[in-house]
């Protein structure tokens, strides 16, 4: 059977999410697959802990005084809390440059609670509540290191952007000409490339011992600050979060828009990738936690994300979601 997420409503099944998935070690062998492990297609923010390594790995975290909240919300796809606010505040302070410096655009907080308290205060939502702005403020921080002119940072020819090409080129053994470049919802370079360089670059993030010293001790120190400041990753209510702080510091997981999901295996060495074809993200909590479960990781844990329910307008429930064939 192939790998899916299927929705009933009562006992019967009304639609079907195909998933892609691979696992691989840190040599690039494949522990399993599903569905089209060499399935192309873009990285999307689940790329983020690499494109921060470059501010890591040359110095930024020294120079400016950087803690390990700050780089967890640098990687993260965050919910607008006041934490996370106030985290990418803390950075910008730091770096010496302010909220207008980000270009990442404004949207309202994903969090319902923190977007309900801007409509109440009269405030419209800025960029910083933008679920990216972390991103954005490690790529000013990264401009800030080397020196580079700010003007245009999330722009392809720009330095940082190249400087971050090539760190992703480094973790997914691509050339510049097989690495494909799109625009993310957030304005910069956003990567395409297949599920299995993606869980190859989780799987060096989770075992970096043949990177370069300075890379790997760059890898380890985002992937704790990741795995000890889950909240900051994603926030309330959020997969990567749960799931995360039931792994208690083992596991660092990593949303993408349209449900590319990714996750380094910290005690054994491993990455996934995974894919919800259509790209529902109502289908990445089940098609995660199956997975998981096939290798008897967490396997009791977050029962709400591993058999969601489907409920109609009057809040009750009228069916489910549950993965099948991966397993």
Not at 123 to 143: F, V, Y
Not at 256 to 265: D, H, N
Request: with cysteine; hydrophobic share 40%; glycine share 12%.
């Amino acid at each position: 059977m192939k790998p899916e997420v299927v929705a009933y409503r009562g006992e019967i099944p009304e639609s079907v999410h195909n998933i892609h998935y691979v696992v691989v070690d840190r040599l690039g062998r494949e522990i399993a697959s599903g569905g089209n492990g060499d399935l192309v297609t873009y990285w999307r923010s689940a790329a983020k802990p690499i494109q921060l390594l470059p501010l890591v790995e040359g110095g930024g975290v020294e120079k400016f005084g950087l803690e390990n909240r700050h780089l967890a919300v640098m990687a993260s796809s965050h919910n607008g809390q006041k934490e996370h606010v106030d985290a990418v505040g803390e950075i910008l302070e730091r770096i010496g440059m302010t909220e207008d410096a980000l270009a990442c655009g404004a949207h309202a907080p994903w969090d319902g609670d923190a977007a309900s308290e801007l409509v109440k205060r009269g405030e419209k939502p800025r960029a910083i509540h933008n679920n990216c702005s972390g991103k954005h403020a490690n790529m000013l921080a990264l401009c800030r290191l080397n020196g580079w002119d700010a003007e245009g940072y999330y722009e392809r020819e720009h330095p940082v952007q190249k400087r971050i090409q090539e760190e992703v080129r480094c973790f997914t053994g691509l050339s510049q000409e097989d690495l494909i470049l799109g625009t993310d919802g957030c304005g910069v370079p956003v990567f395409g490339l297949s599920l299995r360089r993606m869980a190859w670059a989780y799987a060096l993030l989770a075992d970096p011992r043949d990177l370069p010293r300075k890379k790997g001790e760059g890898a380890r120190q985002i992937t704790k600050a990741m795995a000890s400041n889950p909240m900051l990753v994603a926030g309330k209510g959020r997969l990567d979060t749960e799931l995360m702080e039931a792994g208690r510091g083992k596991i660092v997981a990593k949303l993408g828009s349209e449900a590319v999901y990714c996750m380094a295996l910290l005690d054994r060495g491993w990455g996934i990738a995974l894919k919800v074809e259509d790209g529902s993200l109502r289908a990445l909590g089940p098609a995660v936690m199956a997975l998981l479960a096939k290798f008897d990781i967490l396997p009791e844990a977050l029962p709400r994300w591993r058999r969601v329910m489907l409920r109609n307008h009057r809040g009750e429930v009228i069916g489910h979601l549950a993965a099948r064939g991966i397993d």
